[in-house]
């Protein structure tokens, strides 16, 4: 029987977010931070009707302050942690009928730029809590590099998965039989770059999502000052050429902090069983982004949450959540 990792709209039986813990990584916005991430918490539990969320804290007094932002029910979990990313370092989930795997990856801080203590091991940690069968993959590979829509077929960027501070030794060829034989990807399609200033070296969750099997939601920009315009204008023509169905969702624009622009993108959204909880940023199309996700996700609640302060930290809802796909 075949192995694959399920697209994220399969049914999940709990998701690891990632609480912040260390205020120089959120100069200014720690503390927005971490009630933002704690009200994300909350709506994709959504009082029990959503999935059980396992908020992952560095130390009890991070889990005292955690329990007193999150809504009743939300888990608290101990587990000593870097950065609040565990869609790169967080184990991910495959199954095999209805039997469940994991696979850890090797990870080096986003290509050496970012390295925190406990990041090196929490997908192992993370895995050996849920007592099942994890392999370990070696060789360097981030959650949020890919998404999938579940039938084997993967995108990607090249910004990312080519980049030489990960694998050198690895080329397009190889990755692929090589998450072939750890994911079960069957094709992959292979985007350019990744958003202006994005520190991940262009995560494709920043950027492309699968909305449906062969259906992957892009950003369309709407103002001549869209920093990202000829981003997505590339990753709409590949992405046509490749055979996948295109479907445009409003890009945020061009979203300054401090003097520079940040990768504002409302791709970055997480799929839970009750909602799919997407950033939005004060923008004007923060709303017509949420209207056209809407149809794609029938009888789950599209909710924006601000998740400016997240952003400071480097990414937003997506990437600090990694799901657990139901048995």
């Known amino acids: 029987m075949t192995f694959r990792m399920p697209a994220e709209w399969a049914p999940h039986e709990w998701t690891w977010i990632g609480f912040p813990t260390a205020a120089e990584e ?12 704690a009200q994300f918490a909350s709506a994709l539990h959504a009082g029990g009707k959503g999935e059980e969320v396992r908020l992952v804290c560095a130390s009890e007094g991070d889990a005292d302050v955690a329990r007193a932002l999150v809504a009743p029910g939300v888990t608290i979990l101990v587990q000593k942690l870097g950065d609040v990313w565990l869609r790169d370092t967080a184990p991910l989930a495959v199954m095999r009928g209805r039997e469940r795997a994991l696979v850890d990856f090797g990870f080096n801080g986003w290509g ?14 993370l895995a050996a809590t849920t007592g099942l069968p994890t392999s370990t993959q070696n060789w360097v590979f981030e959650g949020g590099a890919v998404d999938t829509d579940g039938t084997g077929l993967f995108v990607t960027t090249e910004q990312c998965l080519l980049n030489p501070n990960r694998n050198p030794e690895l080329d397009r060829g190889k990755i692929e039989t090589l998450l072939a034989g750890s994911l079960g990807l069957s094709d992959m399609l292979w985007l350019g770059d990744g958003l202006l200033n994005d520190h991940t070296d262009g995560h494709v969750d920043n950027l492309a999502r699968f909305v449906a099997p062969g259906v992957l939601a892009l950003p369309e920009a709407s103002t001549d000052d869209d920093p990202n315009a000829a981003v997505y204008a590339d990753a709409r023509e ?21 003097g520079e622009v940040i990768p504002a993108s409302y791709m970055n959204f997480a799929i839970g069983n009750a909602a799919v909880i997407v950033p939005v940023y004060g923008q004007p199309n923060d709303q017509a982004a949420l209207d056209a996700l809407k149809p794609f996700f029938p009888g789950r609640e599209i909710v924006g949450l601000r998740s400016d302060a997240i952003l400071s930290g480097g990414g937003s809802f997506h990437c600090c959540s990694q799901q657990m796909p139901s048995a």
């Open 238 to 258: 590949r992405a046509r050429a490749f055979g996948v169905e295109v479907a445009s969702i409003p890009s945020p624009g061009h979203v300054v902090v401090d």
């Open 26 to 37: 959120w100069p200014g916005a720690f503390e927005d931070a971490r009630r933002q991430i």
């Open 112 to 125: 050496g730029k970012y390295r925190m203590p406990g990041d090196e091991d929490i997908g192992a940690r």
